[in-house]
């Protein structure tokens, strides 16, 4: 049947003309065989020329109405086919099974072995069988490449390795070869190995040459483990080359722990005990892991060691056993104590296998001195002494002053005392101090000693260890008696200057010598400060003449500075200004305003300046504190002691310039009770202060600084500027062979030179005149006064010093009696001679002289007033006592009283029944 379909059928053109048409057909058999291969074409095959084949790939039949009978596939040339992929040659059977159908029946094909390079492609497997009119065919194309470098080893893997920690393991081996290797092969260890191309120097990681590794022998590499780090290390042996496949040998084996010690600490502290004595045990902590064996620990010679206790148990050696592979205990370590000396080593901890562990050890056996120290004194002044020593066989000495007649008592083993060579502040030991413990020295000097005391020092000999508290002392001592010397008297000087203030109130001091460096409003004020044993001047004298003044520091706005001049004599080293001083008030100072110095009079230059300031805070009363500094540049020295406002002191300001001070200027401040006794400078001031060069030369005056607010009210009287400290307070002690005391009021005169003592001008004396020997030789111009309450002290050795020519005394008006002694004297010959007042109503300065000689008077005198004829005259001496005042014979009014003479052997007065008295004429 035909059928058309118009497919356009919106026209007109609804029509069908049909021409010549003819159908011819032939019927096909329904029974032909098919086969059919899928696919139809493989390609790839390939292998390296020399190794066996390439691998397989295959092709599937699928047929049907095929004839009975086995399918047949035949291989080309240059490939080879099967039918179980396992055997492969020309053909392969592929049955055909009854039924005549294939389903996706497999045919494996590869390229035969042994081609040489080359490419193989475009040949056919053909498949034939089963009644099909033609062969099915396949396609198949590949190639043969030619070989590259190759890398071989063997074995592939090594294990068992195993070690400790810190030991390389055993090696093991392994080969390494190749085919046309062209370069080097690197071979690399993994961590924990290393590789060896000898056996003997075993790295990281080895190169062999190429023609080794294409040789037949190729390389034998060693392999072993370090041993580094414990575990299980594992991992490749890495081998490459240019152009080769990277092979591995793989390697696996263990590292096992050391055996290790510990021991803390390493070195233990020194160790020191007396001879005869273990020594205090110390200790040290030993470990021990992954050990092998116990541990011995052994000391060292004059060493001990105990794992029991501190105090038991002590032996050269211990073992100390395992728990398991650990091992712990506290080693205790002492010295024997067996001889003496510095024995010193290790204490070793050993076990087999592990590094051996040292603890370091010192110490000191002290042994007994056995020899006797001597000790002699030396260079003995008033406060010390030079004590001269020989240590016998100690290596120490102890050296102990203590009181004469003390009992001595020696000092204990392994006992430190603290030593001081100031006596007094060292250790106590029995009745003494001791003022040396140390090494052994050829002498010590000791201070702090009393002048005119006896003393006995005992010295004695040890050994110490090198620890405190590890003293051996000998048994036997050194003694030796000394004896301070006594203090001398204060160098006295000469007095420069001085002024009581002896004037009207309310004078200027500049009308009085005061020289002014500026405007200066500095005047006297009514009143007096006082100091027991200090000078008073005139009006104070016991004598109701003159005036009692005294000089008032105010503050003020700007600087007023007056100073006392004077002329320093030549050579001098030490210069003193001394007052007496009394602050009435004072204010905070934080800077250095200062209100007396020395000055280079016409300059600027102050030199020890002394600074006043209230204690902040203080009040009813105030308290203030001193300060001292040697110039403007200095840093000022404040006293720690503090003193009161409306309280007399007396002030000294020194400065010394001598070998003693190493020729720099020293300044130094004394301000001394007023109380105090004054006759001795105390040895040591409230205050110093250096300036570290020399300025001393230049220092002509002491000065007054009145300044502003900051400054002090403060009165001032009795200053006194000298060359040495007796002079500068007015209690002079003379002891040169010859002396000279300048004018002026002293409270006290002490002669003791076995010479002369010259005034120059009118020397006063207050309160004692002491004349142990020596002469003092005044005249009408060069005169010596003692005031009524001076004292002549007794003589304390039957040739007393006198005054070897007149003595003034000057006597107020009395109601009572009182006694004035005149030291008078001559050529050797001390009379005093003493005036007994039993009354007198006006003053009169009284003259006495001793006169060597006779008198030239006849053997009567009608002239006595009483009326008595004298019959008997002395032709050895004669004494003369005028009332004499100002020059002029001043007659006592109502005078009633007696004189006292004094007589000696040669005075010729030997009949006791002779009633002899004074002539008066």
């Not at 090594?158 to 090696?171: D, E, I, K, P």
């Not at 790295?203 to 037949?216: D, E, H, P, Q, W």
């Not at 009085?512 to 006082?530: E, F, K, R, V």
Request: net charge negative; with cysteine; proline share 6%.
């Amino acid at each position: 049947m035909l059928r058309w379909v118009d497919l356009n059928d919106s026209g007109t053109d609804h029509f069908l003309a049909v021409d010549n048409v003819s159908v011819s057909f032939t019927l096909a058999s329904t029974t032909s065989p098919t086969l059919t291969a899928t696919p139809t074409a493989l390609s790839g095959f390939t292998y390296v020329a020399g190794s066996s084949t390439s691998p397989s790939q295959n092709f599937t039949l699928d047929g049907s109405n095929l004839t009975p009978g086995d399918l047949v596939a035949t291989g080309s040339t240059n490939y080879e086919v099967s039918a179980d992929n396992t055997t492969f040659g020309a053909t392969a059977i592929i049955p055909n099974m009854a039924g005549g159908t294939l389903t996706s029946v497999p045919v494996y094909v590869r390229l035969k072995a042994g081609l040489a390079a080359g490419t193989y492609n475009n040949e056919t497997i053909s498949v034939t069988g089963g009644g099909t009119a033609a062969a099915t065919n396949v396609t198949v194309s590949g190639s043969v490449t030619a070989p590259g470098p190759t890398l071989v080893v063997t074995p592939t893997s090594l294990s068992g390795f195993s070690t400790t920690v810190g030991t390389a393991s055993a090696a093991q081996t392994y080969v390494l070869t190749g085919t046309s290797v062209t370069a080097a092969t690197s071979v690399m260890a993994p961590a924990g190995y290393a590789v060896s191309a000898n056996g003997t120097t075993f790295t990281s990681s080895i190169t062999v040459a190429a023609t080794v590794v294409n040789s037949a022998a190729g390389q034998t590499v060693y392999v072993r483990l370090t041993g580094a780090t414990a575990g299980t290390p594992s991992g490749n042996i890495t081998h490459t080359t240019t152009g080769a496949t990277t092979v591995n040998v793989a390697v696996s084996g263990t590292v096992t722990p050391a055996p290790a010690l510990t021991v803390s600490p390493t070195t233990l502290p020194a160790f020191n005990t007396l001879i005869g004595t273990p020594a205090a045990a110390q200790s040290y902590a030993l470990g021990g892991s992954n050990l092998n064996a116990d541990v011995v620990v052994a000391a060292p010679n004059g060493y001990e060691v105990s794992t029991t206790s501190a105090t038991a148990g002590f032996a050269s050696s211990q073992t100390v056993g395992r728990s398991g592979s650990s091992a712990s205990a506290t080693i205790y370590v002492r010295l024997t104590g067996a001889a003496a000396g510095t024995p010193s080593g290790s204490v070793t901890n050993t076990s087999a296998g592990a590094t051996q562990r040292s603890v370091a050890v010192s110490g000191t056996v002290v042994g007994k001195p056995t020899g006797t120290p001597t000790i002699s004194a030396s260079s003995l002044n008033t406060n010390s002494v030079v004590l001269n020593l020989n240590a016998a066989d100690g290596t120490n000495l102890l050296v102990v002053v203590r009181p004469a007649g003390s009992t001595a008592t020696a000092p204990t083993d392994q006992t430190t005392y603290a030593a001081s060579a100031t006596y007094g502040a060292g250790a106590v030991l029995g009745a003494g101090r001791v003022v040396f413990a140390a090494a052994n020295a050829a002498s010590v000097t000791v201070t702090g000693l009393v002048a005119s005391t006896s003393y006995v020092a005992d010295v004695y000999t040890y050994n110490r260890g090198t620890a405190t508290g590890f003293e051996s002392y000998g048994a036997t001592s050194g003694t030796t008696a000394f004896s301070t010397v006594a203090v001398p008297p204060a160098l006295p000087g000469l007095l420069l200057f001085e002024d009581d203030f002896d004037y009207a109130a309310g004078e200027y001091l500049t009308a009085h010598g005061w020289l002014s460096s500026s405007a200066n409003t500095t005047a006297t004020i009514a009143g007096n400060a006082t100091a027991s044993n200090y000078p008073q001047g005139a009006a104070l004298a016991g004598l109701p003449v003159g005036t009692s003044t005294q000089a008032r520091l105010v503050r003020r706005s700007g600087n007023g500075i007056i100073s006392c001049p004077a002329t320093i004599p030549a050579g001098t080293t030490t210069l003193y200004a001394a007052a007496v001083l009394t602050v009435s008030d004072v204010e905070n100072v934080s800077g250095d305003d200062y209100s007396f110095s020395f000055l280079t009079r016409g300059t600027i230059s102050y030199r020890g300046q002394v600074r006043i300031a209230k204690v902040p805070g203080t009040a009813s009363p105030e308290r203030f504190t001193f300060g001292l500094r040697a110039s403007s540049s200095a840093t000022t020295a404040i006293s720690s002691a503090e003193f009161l406002v409306g309280t007399t002191y007396v002030l000294v300001l020194k400065v010394e310039n001598s070998a003693a001070t190493s020729n720099q200027d020293v300044f130094s401040l004394y301000v001394l009770p007023a109380t105090a006794d004054l006759v001795q400078e105390p040895t040591s001031p409230l205050l110093t202060s250096t300036t570290g060069s020399s300025v001393f030369n230049t220092i002509t005056a002491f000065a007054i600084r009145q300044s502003d607010a900051n400054a002090p009210d403060a009165y001032l009287d009795g200053v006194r500027f000298a060359t040495g400290w007796g002079n500068a307070v007015g209690n002079p002690v003379f002891t040169a062979a010859t002396a000279t005391i300048n004018a002026g009021n002293y409270a006290s005169l002490t002669l003791n030179n076995n010479s002369t003592l010259t005034p120059a001008g009118a020397v006063n004396v207050e309160t004692q005149i002491t004349l142990p020997s020596g002469t003092i030789n005044t005249s009408a111009a060069n005169s010596l006064t003692l005031y009524p309450a001076a004292t002549v002290a007794a003589p304390t050795t039957s040739s007393p010093g006198y005054v070897n020519g007149p003595v003034l005394r000057p006597v107020p008006a009395l109601g009572s009696s009182q006694s004035f002694v005149f030291p008078v004297g001559r050529s050797g010959n001390y009379r005093p001679l003493t005036l007994n007042v039993n009354q007198q109503e006006n003053i009169v300065t009284y003259r006495a002289e001793q006169t060597e000689g006779d008198p030239g008077q006849a053997g009567t005198d009608p002239a006595a007033t009483d009326g008595t004829t004298l019959t008997r005259v002395s032709r050895v001496r004669f004494f003369t006592l005028t009332p004499y005042t100002g020059g002029t014979v001043t007659q006592p009014t109502n005078f009633q009283g007696t004189v006292t003479l004094s007589f000696g052997a040669d005075d010729q007065v030997t009949d006791p029944t002779a009633r002899l008295r004074p002539g008066q004429h």
